[in-house]
């Protein structure tokens, strides 16, 4: 003969079984005591069940994903594209990194002053500070880029910025018995003696004196 | 093609973003129940930058959901190692979900769902990452065995026995 069984009992049995085979095997034997602690249980697995559906609801949305650009790594997405794309990527890759101005380069390598770009000539605007540089070779990379646009400054009529500009590929110079030496100094002569046929003073004739 | 080629060929996009749709919602639901509300997101982007990064590891497709769950709960682990000196329990600072208003739940209701978290927290190992895999995140026995490499009888034993552990904390609560 069967016994009813207490809340003691209960416990065991429902530590082992689910609750669907606990009220198959022993749902008419409890007391009733044990009946309504098996019923509050039996509702905690109910809202056990619906938990993660409740939870899902009362969430906030999936945040978005970052895009998989940038997640995808590099040689990947560089594997994936199409072999005939290759030759473009390199050249277009190669270009952006002649055109790019570098990264420790205070000045940019191409001319860039609005008088440089129009035919008319228009006043020299004095470039931002710059931090002076460290290593020669970052000088003799400045020194290039002001002459460089002195001479475009030059061919554009705008003597003031040229002189400006030839001036600081001067002061830039790592070493001052180097062939852009000689160079910078023939280009200043130039713009020195238009400047001086304009009625200006320049220094360049300290430089080019007789001792040289 | 084999199933077992099929399985470990290279993953086009398509096939990562149904992968990881068909997850992403359950690692966010176990994102929101172990880490605070404000962190949340930034270690769900964290798990989804690292799974992105770390696809080409991935051999076999049909472990996807182990695979990132393993990379959640370690991504976890390092949010927690990173704050405090050892894992610790969400505890008051968990996501507030009470905090969207939704008509179709009442405060009963709310307040049963936060109960029926904190119990789940409150669990001992290895009941608490079963019972949370389980119950909150909605992942199935053969799933939760995946992730957490256990024998499947375990984790449904686990899963029995928590029910009355969790029931008694309600209980306890109640009183």
């Given at each position: 003969m069967s016994h009813s069984i207490g809340i003691d009992e209960l416990e065991r049995i429902i530590a082992e079984m689910e609750p669907a085979e606990v009220e198959a095997r022993y749902g008419g034997r409890l007391e009733p005591e044990a009946k309504a602690y098996f019923d509050a249980y039996c509702a905690t697995c109910k809202d056990l069940d619906n938990l993660n559906g409740m939870l899902e609801a009362l969430a906030p949305p999936v945040p978005q994903v970052r895009p998989k650009a940038r997640l995808i790594p590099f040689h990947r997405r560089v594997v994936s594209?199409?072999?005939?794309s290759l030759p473009l990527t390199a050249a277009a890759l190669l270009c952006l990194g002649l055109l790019l101005p570098q990264?420790?380069?205070?000045?940019?390598?191409?001319?860039?002053?609005q008088g440089a770009q129009e035919d008319s000539p228009v006043p020299y605007e004095p470039l931002v500070q710059r931090a002076p540089a460290e290593t020669p070779k970052q000088n003799a990379r400045i020194s290039d880029a002001f002459f460089e646009r002195g001479k475009a400054f030059m061919s554009k009529g705008n003597h003031d910025a040229a002189w400006e500009d030839f001036s600081a590929a001067f002061s830039y110079?790592?070493?001052?018995?180097?062939i852009q030496r000689k160079s910078i100094l023939e280009e200043m002569q130039i713009v020195a003696e238009q400047m001086k046929d304009q009625g200006k003073q320049t220094w360049v004739k300290d430089l080019l004196s007789p001792k040289e | 093609m084999t199933p077992e080629a099929e399985a470990t060929k290279p993953l086009t996009e398509l096939e990562i973003e149904q992968l990881f749709y068909q997850v992403k919602k359950k690692i966010w639901m176990y994102v929101l129940q172990k880490v605070p509300a404000q962190e949340a997101e930034d270690v769900f982007q964290e798990i989804c930058l690292h799974s992105f990064t770390k696809l080409d590891k991935l051999l076999d497709r049909s472990k996807f959901l182990p695979w990132i769950f393993s990379i959640a709960r370690r991504r976890v682990l390092d949010y927690y190692r990173a704050k405090y000196s050892q894992p610790q329990l969400v505890?008051?600072?968990?996501?507030?979900?009470?905090?969207i208003e939704d008509a179709s739940f009442s405060h009963e209701q709310r307040l049963n769902i936060r109960e029926l978290r904190d119990c789940i927290n409150q669990l001992k190992e290895p009941y608490r990452e079963v019972a949370l895999l389980h119950f909150?995140?909605?992942?199935t026995s053969p799933e939760i065995m995946k992730v957490l490499n256990i024998n499947e009888n375990t984790i449904k034993s686990h899963i029995v026995r928590s029910r009355p552990m969790i029931h008694k904390c309600l209980l306890r609560k109640k009183k």
């Open positions: 594209l199409p072999i005939w990264k420790d380069s205070p000045v940019p390598l191409e001319p860039q002053v110079l790592p070493d001052r018995s180097s | 505890g008051e600072d968990q996501f507030e979900f009470n905090s909150v995140v909605g992942l």
